[in-house]
């Protein structure tokens, strides 16, 4: 097969999320084995630079990948598995036979802040923009999420800004292949904040494929799937109508779920750390003495997201994250908010790049 082009350069940005309602255990090809349901970040992404050249079709392909500017052969087994797998989403790769990936991200890669959401998110939109340019179409986003599933299961979430349901719910509403963006949602939630507190920016001990994976068999797999449908449900119909306080307690009740099933599986983990539990108190104390509605949640990893609104960002910011700044990593506080979702900046084509 000819393409329109033979080589070209694009340049994609893609933000993390954070799931309110967790994704926690996989069936088949990277399909989820609950529905999830997450806000999208601003302040927290990966900038990638995806670099091709066709050659002839069965072509063998070499991939290099540069992270930070330096070539890092670490995470390079993770996308060459990556690229296999999107070959049938996106048949130009098996006319390519060169990629070069530059990646950067604006936080903490490997330390529980979803940064594989947003880097597959990247990469999977640069995919797509190299794909529906040599077809002379427009970009599928639907596709864009199938492939960025493939990755990452939770990167399908960082297309779209706001907040994405990915699975299955009940059969009505929501697909196991890829993200959703919900449409209606009361204004609120769009100002919602997420402030990340470091306590910890080292690499995890168990990584989230290990995790997943640790949930077959998992002796509460059945109540873990019916109590995340139950919350999704709870937690969609607060979106929309503004509950606060009770989405609030979702969120909390997922975050500790996701975290009973990591010391609660065989073998068990924990991913915690004292800091975690020490903010938490801070984070309940300060909700429960103020009757400020501010929350947490923890991504599979030790460092708190505070979740608050923006009516309530004087006393949240100047009272109570004084109190727990000290308990992060040199001070470290990533403050982030409802994000726009994933956008391709540059788009070059040619015979040259
Ligand atoms: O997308 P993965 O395979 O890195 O898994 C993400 C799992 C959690 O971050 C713990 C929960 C979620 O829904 O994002």
Redesign the pocket.
């Known amino acids: 097969m000819s393409w329109k082009h033979n080589r070209g350069r694009v340049k994609t940005k893609a933000p993390s999320n954070i799931?309110w309602i967790?994704?926690?255990g996989k069936k088949g090809l990277q399909l989820p084995i609950n529905p999830?349901l997450?806000m999208t970040l601003d302040k927290c992404h990966t900038v990638t630079e995806l670099g091709f050249e066709l050659g002839s079709m069965g072509d063998s392909l070499t991939c290099e990948f540069y992270f930070h500017g330096e070539k890092n052969e670490k995470f390079l087994p993770k996308i060459n598995t990556f690229i296999d797998r999107v070959r049938g989403i996106y048949p130009f790769l098996n006319s390519a036979n060169f990629l070069e990936i530059r990646s950067e991200n604006s936080f903490p890669h490997s330390s529980g802040i979803?940064s594989?959401?947003s880097a597959f998110c990247a990469l999977a939109l640069a995919l797509e923009e190299i794909q529906s340019k040599l077809d002379g179409e427009e970009r599928d986003l639907q596709r864009a999420g199938q492939a960025a599933r493939l990755g990452?299961?939770?990167?399908c979430r960082s297309l779209s800004g706001g907040f994405n349901l990915w699975g299955d719910l009940a059969g009505e509403l929501g697909s196991d292949e890829f993200a959703i963006e919900m449409e209606d949602v009361h204004p609120v939630f769009k100002s919602a904040k997420n402030a990340i507190f470091v306590v910890n920016s080292g690499e995890k001990s168990v990584g989230?494929?290990l995790g997943?994976s640790l949930m077959q068999g998992h002796p509460f797999a059945r109540a873990r799937i019916e109590q995340a449908n139950k919350n999704c449900v709870k937690a969609l119909s607060c979106l929309r109508d503004g509950d606060v306080w009770e989405l609030g307690k979702i969120v909390e009740n997922e975050a500790m779920s996701?975290h009973a099933l990591m010391m609660t599986s065989d073998p068990s983990f924990i991913l915690m750390a004292p800091e975690t539990l020490e903010l938490i108190e801070m984070i309940r104390t300060f909700r429960e003495s103020q009757n400020i509605p501010v929350f947490f949640t923890l991504?599979?990893g030790p460092n708190p997201h505070v979740l608050y609104f923006e009516k309530d960002k004087e006393p949240v910011e100047n009272i109570l994250f004084q109190t727990m700044i000290g308990r992060c990593e040199k001070g470290r506080v990533i403050m982030d908010e409802v994000g726009a979702g994933a956008k391709v900046l540059e788009s070059r084509f040619g015979d040259s790049y």
């Open positions: 799931a967790k994704y926690w999830s997450s979803a594989s959401a990452s299961g939770s990167a989230s494929t997943h996701l991504d599979a």
